[in-house]
Each structure stands twice: as C-alpha cells, then as structure tokens.
C-alpha cells in the first residue's frame, strides 16, 4: 500500500545543501518502498507563513503543505543551523501547523550547518519541538556539516547515518496504520450532549 | 433580505494624517453613522462590544438606545453581545429593555470574544469559551420565554423563582444570531435553537465561510427547524468604493496596509483574492456580493464594515452614500428575484409577533 511521505526543506539558497540532505533521505527512505512523496520547500511559503501569523488564517498555498503535513504518514524534516537552532522560518512553519497534526507521527529529523560544532543543536532544539508536539522521532538525527559534502567525505560516514535514519522512518511508519485526518466541521457530538 | 453595517469600534490613528479621533469624537461619530445608515435606506445597524482599548463599545445597550430614540425603522443589533463574559441575566433584562423602548427594532448577535486578557477582568476563563457560550445561552434563551425561572449552572450563581424584567416585548425574545469565526460548535448552537448563524467572513478564506455555513445548514434540518435552505444565515462583508476602482484602491491601501488586525502582512491585492474584502468600484461591489450566494445559498442579512481603520467620519459616510444609493438598490432586486418563495427572510419583531398571533388564532 501506498504511504505518504512529506518532506519539510528550510533551505534558502539555491542550491541548498539543505534541500540536498533532504533529497538524500528521501531517496534512502523510498528505496524499496511504496512511498508517495511531497516536498514543502519552506522558502517558497516565507510570506504566507508569516501572514498566517498576523492574519490567523493560511493562504491557499499554505494551506495545502499544513494540510500534507497533517495527511503524512511520515515526515522528514531539515533546517540550516541559524544562530545555535533551527531558523527561524522552521520554526515559524511548525508554529502555524495544528497542535495536534503530529501526534504519534514518525519524523525524521536532519540539519545543516558550516561545521560539526552546531550538530547538537539537533538534540537540543528540533528533537524537544517535535516531542512538545507529540511526534515519534527516529532515534538517529542527520546532521551534515560542509566537510561532509567535501571531495574526501568518501568515507560514507554521512551516508551510512542517511541510510540508518531513513530505515528507521520506514519502520516506525510500517508499524502503524496510514494516517486519517478528523474533519473539523464533522462534529461527532449532539448538542443536547454539550448542553 | 436585510442589509446593513457593523462596526467593531475601534478608535485607530488616521495613518494618511497621523491623527486619531478622542473617545467622545468617536462615539458622537459612531451615533451619526447609524442616523446615516437609516438616512440612505440601510435596514440594520449592529455595534460590537468590548472591554479593552482601543475600543470604545463597552456598553452597547446605552449607545443602541441612544439611536433608537434618534431613528425610526433601523434595526439595532450587536456584532457581537459577550455571551462568554457577560452574566446572562443582564443581558436578558439589559436587550428586553431596549426592545420596548425601541418598539422591537433589536435582534442581538451572540459570539465569544477572542481576547484572553478580556475573560479574568470578568472572573472567567477563555479555555472555557465554548461551555460558557453555551451554558449562558441557554440560561439567557430561558429567561426570555418562562416567567419564573429556578436554574443552576455551573458558572454563574443559581436562581430561585427569579423573573428577569421587563418582560420582552409583546412576549416575543428578540432573534438571536450566533457569530462564529472558526467553531463548529457554535453553528451547532444556533441550528439546535433555531436561531440565525452569522459567518464573520472578514478574516478568513470563501472556503470556510461555505463549510460552516453547509454545517449549519445541515444541523438546522437534524433538529427539525426545516429544510437546510431554511435556515437563516448572515454575512459579515468589507468594502471600500469610489467610482473610479483604481481611486478605491490608492485611497484605501494606507488605511489597509495599517489596519489592526491584518495590517503589515498580505498585500490588498492578495488579501482580496483571499477573503471577501472587496475594494473598487460600487458595480465590483454588487458584483462580488451577489457571489456570496453562491457557495452559501440564498441568505438573509449582509452587513458590511465601514468605519474602521482610522477611516475619518467623512469618508465613512460617503460610503454609506454609495452603499445607498448605488449598491444595496441593485442587490435589494437581485436577491430577491433569485430567492425562491420558501426561502424565508431574517424573522423581525413585527413578522415573529404575526406568526404568534396566528398560532394563537
């Protein structure tokens, strides 16, 4: 059966090494897997995020990734390190995604930064955030540094952590049943029971 | 089908001029808008209620009296009464009262209130905005139609063999409206009474507007009330005009651009491809608002927002003009030639009083 897997990319250059962890774990988590696969690329929703902050509702386009968020029966989800944590653009995109729209999901959590000292802030910052939100994250967190995108990074360390993340999302999606969103305006209570 | 304006009242700096009207400009303004809006041939004025800066309309009741003595067919509601923080019994004996003295020209508009601070000044919780609404309306829905009334809630002190006064008039509750941006349970409410549901439908999206309003719908029929087409649905709306659109739009951005609320995020140009917000010329007006029935059926009230923003009093009451004169003429004999015969209008005292009579008959 067909999963689905959303896929959130923080990067803002072009190319982003980012958008370039990303592709990487997604290819590693298709590998073998009947997967359904949707990348959100956050820069392309800066400002509607940051409208659905001042106005309280999400522009369509917004709209359609929180909704793909929330459909996901896995997400994997990659921010450039800014200042010791995830940018805030990551960040502002998770504010607005519902409180409840993670809970019990498997997520894959990676990061990229100039070089390995920021590659705590995995632990420190991304793992709390989606464990407030009630997500399943996989036990290993991707981090690569430039070096490991260097011509001498042949030594497949990055890759062997890609390839054992990725099995792990699979996993943890295997083990539960694909992901049913409640619609809001379906009420399941009678009024008299509210009264 | 009922046309009018609601204003939230705010009191916002002029940002084309930097300058903000005092209190007690704001509140002789307000009273001269609603004089106007009978003056161009508007059917309903509905005021909001607030308790915090930069608001002035804490206390509706007073403001709405103070019009109904100065006008003679406008129809006072509210945009909307707190049923949240507001004792129920108050609002019983404070909207009867203003019923009688404006010869039953009230109807009153329900909603929660979305400002956290707001709740504990009045000694109560907004995590309990949906209880309270709830368990208030119902008290308050009782008040007006039994005499003598023995209850206990869980909110507000019991009361024994209590009768809230004045009577409503001719024994008749003023109609109500429940007003709800986002709450499901709110168009659950209003379809389980019978009574109006009015969708904000300023801040957000068609898209939700139309599910709410199909959720009503639907609900109104479960509880027996009539068909889903039956029931009675109001639709908030804001538009700016001149007759020229490209003037509308250069005149209004400033105002826009600062506006509490949504100011200093989307763009005009994204904001009205997004929400309902219409700014141009009176004939994009009627023809944005003759859409509205489209994915919300045939419906009963359309009150716009005029005065906000910081919007000076002049202009306010040109676009009353153009709302008068030119907009609400066309959609008052489109509507209607659109609405079929079963599809019944907004129940006001006069019809209410009727259908009593001839029950009674």
Do not use: C
Not at chain 1, 140 to 168: C, K, M, N, P
């Amino acid at each position: 059966m067909t999963r689905k897997l959303v896929v959130v990319s923080a990067g803002l250059s072009q190319p982003s090494s980012t958008r370039l962890l990303a592709d990487q774990l997604t290819a590693a988590a298709v590998k073998d897997n009947d997967f359904d696969v949707t990348v959100i690329e956050l820069r392309d929703l800066a400002h509607d995020i940051a409208n659905h902050l001042l106005t309280g509702f999400p522009p369509a386009a917004l709209k359609e990734a929180l909704d793909a968020v929330a459909g996901a029966d896995g997400l994997i989800a990659v921010t450039p390190i800014f200042t010791a944590s995830y940018s805030g653009l990551f960040k502002s995109f998770f504010d607005v995604v519902d409180k409840d729209a993670l809970v019990d999901k498997p997520v894959l959590i990676a990061a990229t930064a100039g070089t390995a000292r920021h590659s705590l802030a995995l632990e420190h910052a991304l793992r709390p955030m989606f464990a407030y939100l009630r997500a399943v994250v996989v036990p290993t967190a991707v981090f690569a540094a430039t070096d490991d995108w260097g011509a001498d990074s042949s030594d497949g360390y990055l890759q062997s952590r890609i390839t054992r993340a990725a099995s792990e999302l699979v996993a943890e999606v295997g083990r539960r049943e694909p992901v049913t969103v409640v619609d809001p305006f379906a009420l399941t209570v009678d009024f008299k029971d509210l009264l | 089908m009922q046309f009018g304006i609601f204003s939230v009242s705010d009191i916002t700096t002029d940002p084309t001029n930097g300058q903000t009207p005092t209190e007690h400009e704001r509140i002789k303004n307000i009273v001269t808008i609603a004089k106007h809006a009978e003056e161009v041939g508007l059917d309903v004025f509905a005021l909001g209620e607030h308790h915090n800066e930069p608001f002035f309309s804490s206390s509706p009741t007073t403001t709405l009296g103070y019009i109904a003595a100065q006008t003679d067919k406008l129809l006072l509601s509210t945009a909307t009464t707190l049923i949240t923080t507001n004792d129920p019994v108050k609002i019983a004996e404070d909207y009867a009262m203003l019923q009688h003295l404006s010869g039953g020209r009230v109807d009153l508009m329900m909603g929660r209130g979305n400002t956290g601070p707001v709740y504990p000044w009045f000694g109560k919780d907004i995590r309990a905005g949906i209880p309270l609404a709830i368990e208030n309306y119902a008290l308050l829905h009782k008040l007006w139609r039994e005499h003598v009334v023995d209850w206990s809630g869980k909110f507000r002190t019991p009361l024994q063999s209590f009768t809230s006064t004045p009577r409503p008039l001719d024994g008749i509750p003023p109609f109500v409206w429940h007003g709800s941006i986002r709450s499901p349970e709110i168009a659950e409410q209003a379809a389980f009474y019978g009574d109006g549901f009015f969708a904000n439908h300023i801040f957000w999206p068609k898209e939700h507007t139309q599910r709410m309003i199909a959720l009503y719908r639907e609900r109104f029929a479960h509880y027996g009330h009539g068909d889903p087409d039956q029931a009675i649905v109001g639709l908030g709306g804001q538009v700016f005009m001149r007759k020229n659109s490209q003037d509308a739009v250069k005149e209004f951005r400033p105002y826009f651009d600062n506006a509490p609320v949504y100011g200093h995020g989307p763009s005009l140009e994204d904001f009205t491809s997004q929400t309902p917000l219409t700014v141009g010329s009176p004939e994009q007006v009627i023809e944005r608002t003759l859409g509205f029935r489209e994915y919300v059926g045939d419906y009963q009230r359309q009150l716009f927002l005029l005065d906000h923003a910081g919007l000076p009093l002049k202009t306010v009451l040109e676009q009353l003009d153009l709302l008068g004169e030119e907009v609400v003429p066309v959609l008052r004999k489109e509507f209607a030639s659109l609405k079929p015969a079963h599809v019944p209008d907004a129940p006001t005292h006069a019809s209410m009083l009727l259908k009593a009579q001839e029950v009674t008959a």
